[in-house]
């Protein structure tokens, strides 16, 4: 059974191809496996960061690629063209963690009438949230736009759902606003959309090219480009949440807020721009800390009991979505040149703030 995958040179993510594998025949399927097609995949800066980040955090494991290459894991659907799991149809809808890839075998564990779990060894060791499938096969929130959304922004507004929570439960640390970096990636707004429902100012920063973007989401009272940072005023105190890894804008923001910086949260790396030299612990102001998403999900899963965390999160949610028709436009790409294309123009800064890509290596 020929799989077509997309693999990217570990060292060099600017190389890229399309290779084709071998799977299993169905009918040769171990029990409990499934052989899923994967039909369609969201793509963006977040999915740079798996690649960056890959030997760091044991993405590169989750798919095998050839040596020296790595497949980009990416959120979206898979439907089960072969099961030998007695619980689970041919025909079934999966919502989950895929490689760039037309086919993957998973092997069905702990299968339940919402999910599953892939128990392929090399899949251990990593967040559960990477090996569990939702089953949502006739679930309209899984179908249609409704799913393009899930699968662009789901997996991001968690982050945004728990950062903002982190930030409330903390009294914003005594800040009066909020700053985001990269405020135009999805991320960044999804977070916006949250801290400014709760009245607290929110400024985000941007490059010039997508500040007009930012100022019509109407979710932050305040944009500012980067090469402009230092004319916000420095009389109140303010906290940092960092989605563009940029360490030279960070000690920019450090020097110029000083002690009014409360707090200073490092998220993501869009810019990919860290300076070795700029020791951040002499940095004016609260201490750069990054922001480890599994410890605070698993404080509040443990505080709110069970299903405490998706109740709360599905409310935010159902506030968030609503916003998604006027602020995304979903972009479809079909086959081995859309995805390459894709990939590589989100690689370097190319996909337009409003654009949300959706990606699949069959034609
Ligand atoms: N720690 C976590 O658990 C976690 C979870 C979710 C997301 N994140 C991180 O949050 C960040 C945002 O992810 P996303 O998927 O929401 O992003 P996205 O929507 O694809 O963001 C696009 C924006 O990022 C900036 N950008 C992207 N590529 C760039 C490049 N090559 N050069 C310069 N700027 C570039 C630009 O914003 P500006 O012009 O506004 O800078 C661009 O508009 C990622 O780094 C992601 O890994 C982390």
Not at 63 to 75: I, T
Not at 150 to 172: G, H, I, K, T
Request: glycine content about 8%.
């Amino acid at each position: 059974m020929p799989s077509t995958d997309f693999v990217v040179a570990r060292n060099d993510l600017q190389q890229c191809k399309v290779i084709e594998t071998q799977l299993p025949e169905a009918a040769a399927l171990p029990d409990q496996a499934l052989l899923v097609k994967v039909t369609r995949f969201a793509f963006t800066a977040n999915n740079i960061t798996y690649a960056v980040l890959g030997d760091h955090l044991k993405y590169w494991q989750l798919f095998p690629a050839p040596e020296g290459f790595g497949n980009v894991p990416v959120w979206g659907f898979g439907e089960v063209v072969a099961s030998k799991h007695p619980g689970i149809a041919a025909g079934e809808t999966l919502f989950g963690y895929f490689p760039m890839a037309t086919h993957l075998v998973i092997e069905a564990a702990d299968v339940s009438k919402r999910g599953l779990r892939d128990a392929a060894a090399h899949r251990q060791g990593v967040a559960p949230v990477y090996n569990a499938y939702v089953r949502v096969s006739g679930d309209p929130a899984f179908e249609g736009k409704q799913g393009d959304y899930q699968a662009l922004l789901r997996p991001l507004f968690m982050l945004s759902f728990l950062v903002d929570d982190f930030l409330a439960e903390n009294e914003f640390y005594g800040a009066k606003s909020v700053m985001l970096s990269s405020a135009s990636s999805k991320t960044a707004y999804g977070l916006a959309h949250l801290v400014h429902a709760r009245r607290i100012k929110v400024i985000g920063l941007t490059s010039a090219g997508n500040a007009d973007f930012v100022k019509s989401l109407g979710c932050y009272d305040e944009v500012v480009t980067y090469d402009n940072v230092s004319s916000l005023p420095t009389r109140s105190a303010v906290a940092y949440v960092d989605m563009a890894g940029n360490s030279p804008l960070r000690a920019t923001l450090h020097r110029h807020f000083g002690e009014q910086m409360k707090y200073s949260g490092i998220i993501g790396l869009t810019h990919r721009k860290s300076s070795p030299d700029e020791p951040e612990q002499l940095l004016p102001g609260a201490k750069p800390k990054f922001f480890f998403a599994p410890d605070h999900i698993r404080k509040r899963a443990k505080e709110w009991g069970p299903g405490g965390v998706d109740l709360r999160f599905g409310a935010a949610w159902s506030t968030f979505v609503p916003n998604l028709d006027r602020w995304m436009d979903v972009r479809e790409g079909h086959g081995p040149a859309a995805v390459q294309r894709g990939y590589l123009d989100t690689l370097n800064g190319r996909v337009p703030p409003d654009q949300g890509l959706i990606l699949s290596l069959s034609e």
